[in-house]
Nanobody
Framework: QVQVVESGGGSVQAGGSLRLSCAVSGFTHSSFCMGWFRQAPGKEREGIANMDSDGSATYAESVKGRYTISQDNAKNTLYLQMNSLKPDDTAMYYC????????????????????????WGQGTQVTVSS
């Protein structure tokens, strides 16, 4: 069974940085695509960054230039580096994953906000104070 676990959230002042981690376990013989989402109180869930199976990254306009997604395949871990944080970044952040056949991609090099990921983590809270 595939499990997705986020960590690294916390409280930070505006202008600060955080790095979130997403550990994936329980998979074998598959290529994965992954994504980061966030949901603030009273708002809809928002896709913010994707990592395709070929390692290419795409971002929502709201975080482009401030957030960077990366991966460590040896550790089966995805990272989200968040810089220049703003109070509007306050949200529960979720990691999601899916698997694809070899040589296939999930996003095709374009930003896709509503990809139907199969596996989701429990979320990690990020709070940015002014």
């Amino acid at each position: 069974q595939v499990q997705v676990v986020e960590s690294g959230g916390g409280s930070v002042q505006a202008g600060g940085s955080l790095r979130l981690s997403c550990a994936v376990s329980g998979f074998t013989h598959s290529s994965f695509c992954m994504g980061w989402f966030r949901q603030a109180p009273g708002k809809e869930r928002e896709g913010i960054a994707n990592m395709d199976s070929d390692g290419s990254a795409t971002y929502a306009e709201s975080v482009k230039g401030r957030y960077t997604i990366s991966q460590d395949n040896a550790k089966n871990t995805l990272y989200l580096q968040m810089n220049s944080l703003k109070p509007d970044d306050t949200a529960m952040y979720y990691c999601a994953a899916d698997y694809v056949m070899a040589d296939n991609e999930c996003f095709g090099g374009t930003w896709v906000e509503f990809y139907e990921f199969k596996y989701w983590g429990q979320g990690t809270q990020v709070t940015v104070s002014s």
